[in-house]
Each structure stands twice: as C-alpha cells, then as structure tokens.
C-alpha cells in the first residue's frame, strides 16, 4: 500500500494549458509539501501545508496554486504552464511540522514536460 | 542565502569498499541534518537524521557524522554493494517549518 501517491505519474501538455496534480498520504501525517527538481536535480521546496493550513510559500510564481481539501491531500494546480515548467513535482509528507527533525516521504514523481 | 554542496562530481567505487560522501553547508546553523537516497525515477527515501549535539549516527552499513565547527556532514557507507548505487542528498533542515533544504546529490557507482 503507498504511502504517498501522486497522480499521473507522467503529463506531456502544450504551453498556455491548465493542469493539474493529485497527492494523497495515507500515513496519518499533519504536514505535506510539494518539491520542484530541475533537470540538474536539484531539489527545491514549493509550498508546505499543516493541517490545511499554507505554512512555507517559497516564492512560487501565482500561476502555481495549491490546494488542501483535508490533511491527507494536497493538490497542485498550474495556471498558463510555461516552457521552464517542466521538471518533476515530488510530494512529500512528514509528521509535523517541528523544525526539520522528521524525515519526510516522498511520492515518486510527477513527471511535466511542456511542448 | 543558505548553500549546501555535496561532492560535485559521481563517485565510483569497487564493491567491498567504503564510499565517502561529503556535504557541506554555509550561512546557517541547523540542528539537524538529514540524508537521502534516490534512485533513477523514484521519490527520495529517507536514510538518516542526525542532531546537531550527535557527533556521529550509525544504522547496519551506513554511518553519518555531522560536524558544526566545519559546517560539513560526512556520510559513509561500509562493506559498499553494487545495490548501493543510487544519488545521496543531504538536507540540513532550515530550522522554519520543516523546510528541507537539499545539496544538489552525489551519484554513487559500486562496481562488482
């Protein structure tokens, strides 16, 4: 049984087109995140949610916006998608929120690529 | 802003060796520092955490020493076999919320 899962595993859609990403835990967690990693792999933090409620923002375009229905999902929903949007979306889950002493887990991806 | 490096370029080792991968961190001071592994197509996978008052961590092959006078974290893997090799990312946690920060990876190859 997953733990975290992201839906679809892959999106391949035209510049200017609204999508959508799907992220559910079954871990019983409080706080949930999405990542971006880039084509040189790095690993940065989008946004964070605890209990619904938005915590970290890292300066994300507004075109990106997420969605928490309730603390088991956490949705990301992108507006006018640009070329420098493809990347992989990882979702990621932990505890709680307390200052980085909880690991996360993660989903494995979704895979956005922009024609 | 907060940096952390980890060894620029992939690291290739014979199978029975010990693989050492370093990550350094500048412009904070976290309390905690924590590794992962990735494999190709996969999400990261938790491995180890390590507090800021815990010179050194150890779990079965994998051992982690965290060092905040240098501001370096050193990761090491014992008895190395070829299902080792995957990308190790450090991520000294920015004490605000949770926030993870992530090194850029390093690529371990463990050849039979």
């Known amino acids: 049984d997953t733990a975290v899962s992201q839906t679809p595993k892959y999106l391949v859609t035209q510049m200017g087109n609204d999508k959508s990403i799907k992220c559910e835990q079954n871990?019983?967690?409080?706080?949930m995140y999405w990542y971006k990693q880039d084509s040189k792999k790095f690993l940065k933090i989008m946004f964070s949610y605890n209990n619904k409620e938005l915590i970290i923002n890292e300066t994300v375009p507004n075109r990106f916006s997420p969605k928490s229905p309730d603390k088991a999902h956490l949705n990301l929903h992108i507006n006018s998608l640009e070329l420098g949007d493809s990347a992989v979306y990882f979702c990621?889950?932990?505890?709680?929120?307390?200052?980085?002493?909880?690991?996360?887990?993660f989903g494995d991806g979704t895979r956005l690529s922009i024609l | 802003s907060q940096k952390i490096e980890q060894n620029s370029e992939a690291l290739n080792i014979q199978e029975g060796k010990t693989a050492t991968l370093t990550c350094n961190y500048t412009?904070?001071?976290?309390?905690?520092l924590q590794w992962y592994r990735q494999d190709p197509g996969r999400g990261p996978v938790f491995l180890l955490l390590i507090r800021e008052n815990e010179k050194e961590k150890r779990k079965e092959r994998l051992k982690v020493t965290f060092d905040t006078t240098l501001k370096q974290s050193l990761f090491h893997i014992t008895a190395s076999q070829p299902a080792d090799s995957a990308t190790y990312l450090c991520a000294p946690p920015y004490n605000q919320g949770g926030k993870l920060i992530f090194g850029q990876g390093t690529e371990l190859s463990v050849k039979p």
């Open positions: 990621a889950s932990s505890q709680d929120i307390s200052g980085g002493n909880q690991p996360q887990h």
């Open positions: 412009n904070y001071s976290p309390a905690y």
């Open positions: 871990l019983g967690h409080d706080t």
